[in-house]
T-cell receptor
Framework: GNSVTQMEGPVTLSEEAFLTINCTYT??????LFWYVQYPGEGLQLLLK?????DKGSNKGFEATYRKETTSFHLEKGSVQVSDSAVYFC???????????FGSGTKLNVKP | DAEITQSPRHKITETGRQVTLACHQT?????MFWYRQDLGHGLRLIHY???????NKGEVSDGYSVSRSNTEDLPLTLESAASSQTSVYFC??????????????FGPGTRLTVL
């Protein structure tokens, strides 16, 4: 079956620290991978995506590389800001269907 | 600009009442989805639709129903609201191109409280 596992939070960092949020997946076939961000009181917004092995998705300083050999899609940012405080969701879109599978979310708190 | 809207944004109801949450998208997307978000569970799929008159059950569909009479709308109905259905509900939509880049776009959410 399809599933996504991401690190539990909350993750608390100081401003300008390096961020890594781990995400691993299990999938039948060859999925596409996504990171979504949810700011307080809002819906989920697409942050970045990758559709094939070794692809790197990037946006707003965030990056994630599709690693088929380790079934991972870890989110990274070199220098976080207070405004990055949010909940981050890793997700996969199954190859054969238009369904998405989401991880449980990781809350990031960035302190000034 | 195309968008996806949900109404109401906040709703308080009583146990046993029927409640309908609206979802409307202007992207002309074929696929629409309803999720609930609860602490510790992330997003769980309730129902989804791949087109007009098509509906499918997700992983937590008991006590919920949907109908799809046009492309733009997928209302979610709680037949007899229960306290366990207190949650934040999100609607989402995506194209049905079969492309690997197909992305789900989310509405702002409805916070439902069942007393």
């Amino acid at each position: 079956g399809n599933s996504v596992t991401q690190m539990e939070g909350p993750v608390t960092l100081s401003e300008e620290a390096f961020l890594t949020i781990n995400c691993t997946y299990t999938a039948t076939g060859y999925p596409s991978l996504f990171w979504y961000v949810q700011y307080p009181g809002e819906g989920l917004q697409l942050l970045l995506k990758a559709t094939k092995a070794d692809d790197k998705g990037s946006n707003k300083g965030f990056e994630a590389t599709y690693r088929k050999e380790t079934t991972s899609f870890h989110l990274e940012k070199g220098s976080v800001q207070v405004s990055d405080s949010a909940v981050y969701f890793c997700a996969l879109r199954s190859e054969n269907f238009n369904k998405f599978y989401f991880g449980s979310g990781t809350k990031l708190n960035v302190k000034p | 600009d195309a968008e996806i809207t949900q109404s109401p944004r906040h709703k308080i109801t009583e146990t046993g009442r029927q409640v309908t949450l609206a979802c409307h998208q202007t992207w002309n997307h074929n696929n629409m989805f309803w999720y609930r978000q609860d602490l510790g569970h992330g997003l769980r799929l309730i129902h989804y639709s791949y087109g007009v008159h098509d509906t499918n059950k997700g992983e937590v569909s008991d006590g919920y129903s949907v109908s799809r009479s046009n492309t733009e709308d997928l209302p979610l109905t709680l037949e007899s609201a229960a306290s366990s259905q207190t949650s934040v509900y999100f609607c989402a939509s995506s194209e049905r191109t079969g492309s690997r880049t197909d992305t789900q776009y989310f509405g702002p959410g409805t916070r439902l409280t069942v007393l």
